[in-house]
């Protein structure tokens, strides 16, 4: 079915008000939407006093990706995921990588149902569905009923996420949700998101990645350091004993080098000085297990163990090098037991990002 014909998908995540306007729950601005008119995100729509999603069924980024690029270090390692992504965004990056779809007014994609994407996953031998791009939450219609087919099929399903959820949204995907990236920017400090991305704080990021823990969802955090306007040590302190007093020393923490992009190309790529000074702090605070991401070769891409300090999964980029972890997942010098979810797959081959 084309695209354009497509019938628009009631959206769950919503409350109808007085006047015939709507209220969107799916993410924490809480749109209020009159007839006619769109959220913030572009994709959720009041018509006729009901709020619909416009890309249910609609994807405009496919991919099989290594599960490592969420990024995912300590979930189903060596794998590879089925990533989709459609256009909107209830954020607005000034640094996006992924503009071109998420800042996107226009329909556009292609139709991809439920059970053809699933039937795709399998046939391409993934082991996990993957919501990443833009941000998942604004579809979430379609996510759930994505993530349901691929549980049927034996699929993991994961979200790449902002975080800027609302509790109806984690109530509502939780159940369904196996693993999720959730996405600093800047270490969350509200200056930053207040002029970066037109976001008023972290808060609700907070209370969802400490929600979705609770419901026994992976939780990794990912934290992009931009250069000269988002380095606060400060800030990604009190991101870091945040993340150690509500979801555990053990979770994953990753760094991640800026690259300039979008409306913001002056700036130049994140220093590696600047993402080591910022590891050091966050280790500090007790993070067991944290990761520079976007510096391929440096060895603070690796698992080390805790306990006795020995690289216990050696990684370059994407790709896993050596597995030094006994079959229950203990450190093979020490035995120390090492939170990864799965191990790699004994057929495991380095894998990249190959479009659908």
């Given at each position: ?34 007839d006619g008119s769109h ?57 996006c990588q992924n503009a ?257």
């Open positions: 079915m084309a695209v354009a014909d497509r019938v628009h998908h009631p959206a769950s995540l919503s409350v109808p008000l007085d006047h015939g306007k709507v209220r969107c729950t799916a993410c924490a601005r809480y749109c209020t939407v009159p959220g913030f995100c572009f994709v959720r729509k009041n018509e006729g006093g009901r709020l619909v999603l416009l890309t249910y069924g609609v994807a405009s980024a496919i991919q099989v990706d290594p599960v490592e690029k969420k990024p995912l270090s300590h979930y189903r390692p060596g794998t590879r995921v089925y990533s989709i992504g459609t256009v909107g965004c209830n954020w607005r990056c000034q640094y071109e779809i998420s800042q996107e007014r226009e329909l556009v994609g292609r139709a991809l149902p439920p059970q053809q994407a699933v039937r795709q996953a399998v046939r391409l031998g993934c082991a996990g569905m993957t919501f990443t791009y833009n941000e998942p939450t604004i579809f979430a219609e379609y996510a759930l009923d994505l993530m349901r087919g691929a549980h049927d099929a034996g699929l993991f399903t994961n979200f790449v996420t902002n975080g800027y959820m609302t509790p109806e949204a984690v109530a509502y995907l939780g159940p369904q949700l196996d693993a999720i990236s959730i996405d600093f920017k800047g270490s969350g400090e509200p200056g930053f998101m207040r002029k970066f991305i037109s976001a008023k704080g972290p808060e609700p990021i907070f209370e969802t990645s400490a929600a979705l823990r609770d419901r026994g969802v992976h939780v990794e955090i990912t934290d992009l350091i931009v250069p000269q306007v988002g380095e606060s040590d400060e800030a990604t302190r009190k991101l870091a004993r945040h993340v150690v007093d509500r979801l555990g020393p053990s979770t994953p923490f990753h760094l991640l080098r800026f690259h300039p992009d979008y409306h913001m190309r002056d700036l130049p790529v994140t220093p590696t000085a600047t993402l080591e000074r910022l590891h050091t702090i966050v280790k500090a605070e007790g993070l067991e297990y944290v990761y520079l991401g976007n510096v391929w070769g440096h060895p603070l891409e690796h698992t080390y163990c805790p306990a006795c300090g020995a690289v216990a999964v050696e990684r370059y980029g994407f790709t896993i090098r050596s597995w030094n972890l006994d079959p229950q997942n203990r450190c093979a010098g020490c035995g120390h037991a090492i939170p990864i979810v799965g191990r790699p797959p004994e057929d495991y081959v380095p894998a990249f990002a190959r479009a659908v």
